[in-house]
């Protein structure tokens, strides 16, 4: 594990959209390891939040019903609606990788990017993710838009909680469902942000969890 090569003991964890389900899996399985739980944007489990599943589209829904069976032919399906990026974002400026993501942008989230900063930092993250091509991202579906193998609902450390209300990426719905359902869960729910709000409270988020 990064933490034991690092020779940290114990820490925090914070995990941004597709991230979140990992932040807080870490939570259930490291026990006392973790300090603190932080999830910005992230999301639960999309069996059980209300209305995730039918906001899936339609090929998503069909690699959904490969689950729990055929975790391979799943994965492949989610990785398939990927390939469109994976070939847009190898050469793609920094305003036409978010462009590409523009019809689930929230008007918060299109004054975010247009700080260059911020608009660099997501085209990085983007190119980054899908550099090696469209498999992790597929996987990545799987474990958090099929069944989820940890139970999150056990995580016994402080978990706090950052979602916008706007936000068309993860809709607030699953950070209400984790603040009903996860013991010690504070959720921070800000009116008229979206998805990417989380650049401009980087900060504030760290020093929450990392305070004494």
């Given at each position: 594990?990064?933490?034991?090569?690092?020779?940290?003991?114990?820490?925090?964890?914070?995990?941004?959209?597709?991230?979140?389900?990992?932040?807080?899996?870490?939570?259930?399985?490291?026990?006392?390891?973790?300090?603190?739980?932080?999830?910005?944007s992230g999301a639960g489990p999309f069996l059980l939040v209300p209305g995730a599943i039918d906001a899936l589209d339609e090929s998503d829904r069909a690699a959904l019903a490969l689950l729990p069976d055929d975790s391979?032919?799943?994965?492949?399906?989610?990785?398939?609606?990927?390939?469109?990026?994976?070939?847009?974002?190898?050469?793609?400026?920094?305003?036409?990788?978010?462009?590409?993501?523009?019809?689930?942008?929230?008007?918060?989230?299109?004054?975010?990017?247009?700080d260059e900063r911020y608009a660099s930092a997501f085209a990085t993250t983007m190119r980054e993710a899908l550099r090696?091509?469209?498999?992790?991202?597929?996987?990545?579906?799987?474990?958090?838009?099929?069944?989820?193998?940890?139970?999150?609902?056990?995580?016994?450390?402080?978990?706090?909680?950052?979602?916008?209300?706007?936000?068309?990426?993860?809709?607030?719905?699953?950070?209400?469902?984790?603040?009903?359902?996860?013991?010690?869960?504070?959720?921070?729910?800000?009116?008229?942000?979206?998805?990417?709000?989380?650049?401009?409270?980087?900060?504030?988020?760290?020093?929450?969890?990392?305070?004494?």
């Amino acid at each position: 594990m990064v933490a034991d090569h690092l020779g940290v003991d114990r820490f925090a964890t914070l995990g941004q959209s597709g991230g979140g389900p990992f932040a807080l899996a870490a939570g259930v399985v490291l026990g006392n390891r973790v300090v603190r739980v932080g999830v910005a944007s992230g999301a639960g489990p999309f069996l059980l939040v209300p209305g995730a599943i039918d906001a899936l589209d339609e090929s998503d829904r069909a690699a959904l019903a490969l689950l729990p069976d055929d975790s391979i032919g799943a994965a492949n399906a989610f990785a398939a609606g990927l390939e469109p990026l994976v070939r847009l974002f190898r050469e793609a400026s920094p305003d036409a990788i978010a462009s590409a993501f523009a019809d689930l942008r929230s008007p918060h989230d299109q004054e975010v990017m247009q700080d260059e900063r911020y608009a660099s930092a997501f085209a990085t993250t983007m190119r980054e993710a899908l550099r090696q091509g469209a498999s992790g991202g597929g996987w990545d579906n799987v474990s958090w838009v099929g069944p989820w193998d940890v139970d999150v609902t056990k995580v016994d450390r402080p978990v706090l909680l950052w979602y916008g209300d706007e936000d068309r990426f993860v809709p607030i719905a699953h950070g209400l469902w984790l603040r009903d359902n996860v013991p010690n869960a504070r959720l921070v729910r800000r009116a008229d942000e979206g998805h990417l709000g989380f650049y401009e409270h980087f900060g504030e988020m760290l020093d929450e969890l990392t305070a004494s």
